[in-house]
């Protein structure tokens, strides 16, 4: 997916286009180039095939007049090859006007041979070159550009993101979108646009999402939205829950390495405010309340690591809830003829929130009754949007290609949502989702060792006063015991799960201390840790007392 942004404002416009455009490297690219109108009102372009660091290092060597209005794009090549001329942006209007594009304009080649036909000449291979030579038509035409994007848009078929400004209209960048990304960020004095929030979020984390067939009009001091035929639209402004140092490595090895390490705070996040009193309050779920209770299927739909967090989904939705729950691929969904009821939850599971076959089988869902419920890690996503309700993550960044910290929050999610269904349909009672660890057969007793993860910081060794190597051994053991209580009396342990008081030795039988380590007196939960495990010595597997398993 092509990397976008767009800036009016007061600031120099080049610094905030390279900043933006590198922190939007991660999603891949082949070229990258940029458009600034400089204060005298002329356009000045820049673009080049490989690496960003090519076009500031060819900035450097031949730079071009910097102005406060700008637009910056990477390239991943699709209609044409990754070279020069086929970088964006592309010219209109005989090289005053600038446009770039994320997406497939679908008849580009129909409209070539349109504007071919009229005099018109091409220098790439591009579709995107066909909408900036269209463009610059319609604004001679016009002389206004949110008007000429307007008479364009519902000729070009496909899925695309433009971004456009004029030399003869300084101080305005106007962006259009159909099934691919756009965010607008609210700056003082200044506003941006993005294909992500990570685009501007280093100036400013107030963001607005621009819907579906919507066309975007920024300047320094205002915003103004309309949709394909021109009715203005409401903005719902949000907050983006991270900084600029969020989607850096800092001092990481890898992104992969930094985001494992941010895995427990993705799922305490995802956690956060969604636990009461050992019950789950989901109230971004309260309008669908009633039909929620009324659901006799569910559909999990998603593509690649999403639909593995779905499998783990399933079988709490069915163990849980007891409704039946299928995976669907999305990219095959509509491509049958899937038995869809109005009493089937359709829930789509996307990182991005704007996974095209994903939203697409959402939409086909829809158009056949089904509730739609979207569990997404973006705020403003298309497909959260689209959907009745969703249910966000709040996992932060990702950047590896390999999910992580994503994948573990979309589990947390499935989790919450599977123990809210069943408490809706009376499968389980108020109270009852607060989880419990199995009872040992020989101590029957049901509560953690106090060494058991979950009840001890792993920071801090201290918080643990009976944390000996034994004694974080044998509680390891116990858990991994054959003897333990059989899988079907288990259930999933969950960050509030809290430790019970200390217990006294004398709840388990008292075992041989080997060298090294810890004796019961010495560790409260070793006892009953003791009599759930044969694992801890060679001497203690010898003076534990046989007992029934």
């Not at 910097?66 to 942006?89: E, F, L, Y």
Request: some cysteine; charged content about 20%; aromatic content about 6%.
């Amino acid at each position: 997916m092509c990397g976008i942004v767009g800036y009016v404002g007061t600031r120099p416009s080049l610094g905030v286009l390279i900043g933006g455009l590198r922190r939007l490297e991660y999603r891949g690219y082949d070229s990258a180039g940029v458009a600034v109108i400089d204060g005298d009102g002329h356009l000045s372009t820049h673009k080049k095939a490989g690496k960003l660091a090519m076009l500031t290092d060819d900035l450097a060597a031949s730079p071009i007049a910097d102005g406060v209005t700008g637009i910056g794009h990477t390239r991943w090549a699709t209609h044409g090859g990754p070279t020069d001329r086929n970088a964006h942006p592309h010219l209109g209007d005989d090289g005053k006007l600038a446009l770039i594009h994320n997406g497939i304009i679908e008849n580009f080649s129909a409209l070539k041979d349109e504007l071919l036909a009229e005099g018109y000449t091409f220098t790439s291979e591009t579709d995107t070159e066909v909408a900036a030579v269209l463009l610059g038509h319609e604004y001679r035409a016009t002389g206004d550009l949110t008007l000429a994007f307007r008479n364009i848009v519902d000729r070009l078929h496909g899925a695309f993101t433009l971004l456009a400004l004029h030399q003869d209209q300084p101080g305005v960048v106007v962006g259009a979108r159909r099934n691919s990304p756009l965010v607008i960020g609210l700056g003082d004095g200044e506003n941006f646009l993005g294909s992500d929030v990570a685009a501007f979020v280093e100036h400013t984390r107030r963001a607005v999402a621009i819907g579906q067939d919507q066309i975007v009009t920024i300047r320094p001091d205002s915003i103004e939205v309309i949709d394909f035929a021109g009715n203005p639209v409401e903005t719902e402004p949000f907050e983006v829950s991270w900084d600029a140092a969020a989607a850096e490595k800092g001092g990481w090895s890898s992104f992969m390495a930094k985001e494992i390490s941010e895995e427990p705070e993705a799922i305490a996040n995802t956690l956060r405010g969604r636990i009461v009193d050992g019950a789950i309050e989901l109230a971004e779920l309260e309008p669908l309340t009633e039909a929620l209770a009324g659901v006799d299927r569910v559909l999990l739909l998603a593509c690649g690591t999403a639909s593995y967090a779905g499998m783990l989904g399933k079988y709490a939705i069915e163990k849980w809830a007891g409704i039946p729950a299928d995976v669907e691929l999305s990219h095959e969904f509509r491509y049958r003829d899937p038995v869809i009821g109005k009493n089937t939850l359709v829930i789509s599971i996307s990182q991005s929130g704007e996974t095209m076959d994903t939203l697409m089988a959402v939409k086909y869902a829809q158009e056949r009754g089904a509730r739609t419920l979207s569990i997404c890690n973006t705020q403003g996503a298309t497909i959260a949007r689209e959907s009745d309700a969703a249910l966000y993550t709040h996992a932060g960044p990702e950047v590896a290609v390999a999910s992580t910290k994503a994948f573990v929050a979309q589990v947390a999610a499935l989790y919450l949502l599977a123990l809210h269904l069943g408490t809706l349909r009376g499968h389980l009672s108020r109270g009852s989702s607060r989880p419990t660890w199995p009872s040992c057969r020989r101590c029957r007793t049901s509560s953690p060792p106090c060494c058991a993860p979950g009840a001890r910081s792993r920071s801090s060794p201290a918080a643990c006063p009976t944390r000996a190597p034994s004694c974080s051994s044998a509680a390891t053991s116990a858990t991994r015991s054959p003897s333990r209580a059989p899988s079907s009396s288990r259930s999933w342990p969950t960050s509030t799960l809290r430790a019970s008081p200390p217990v006294s030795s004398s709840t388990g039988p008292s075992r041989s201390s080997s060298p090294g380590s810890a004796s019961s007196s010495s560790c409260p939960a070793r006892a009953r840790a003791a009599c759930c495990t044969r694992r801890s010595s060679p001497t203690s597997r010898r003076s534990a007392p046989a007992g029934p398993t």
